[in-house]
């Protein structure tokens, strides 16, 4: 399942998605989750951002100094600098969580 909300400006993009276990066939628990750290998730993010880089004609490249904000049970939110394919450079927050279906979804948000 892939939900993709995004506004023309880098700004507003979030983009939200279902992360499966490729090759095992179960979705993933709060175990996974809570082995999960805000360095561990970056490469998942980068990641989404470049399945939407046709629409958008740019895509992240790199999260720098990743700082973990907050995190609990079902939810881990974290910071870094961002670095996007068209030169720009901003800050992002970019968190994992288990939604009310118990499945694991990551988002991103440049700011």
Known sequence: MLKLY?????I????VV????????????KVDQALS????IRSE???????DRASRGYALVAI???LEV????????????ASWSDSDTTQIKYKQY????GVIMLEYDPF
């Open 6 to 10: 995004a506004v023309s400006q880098k």
């Open 12 to 15: 507003a993009i979030a983009v």
């Open 18 to 29: 279902a992360v499966t276990n490729i090759g095992c066939g179960s979705l993933p628990t």
């Open 37 to 40: 750290n805000c360095e561990s």
């Open 45 to 51: 993010i980068i990641e989404l951002s470049e399945k």
């Open 64 to 66: 720098y100094e990743p």
């Open 70 to 81: 907050s995190k609990s049970e079902n939810m881990l939110n974290c910071q870094g600098k």
């Open 98 to 101: 288990i939604d009310s279906e």
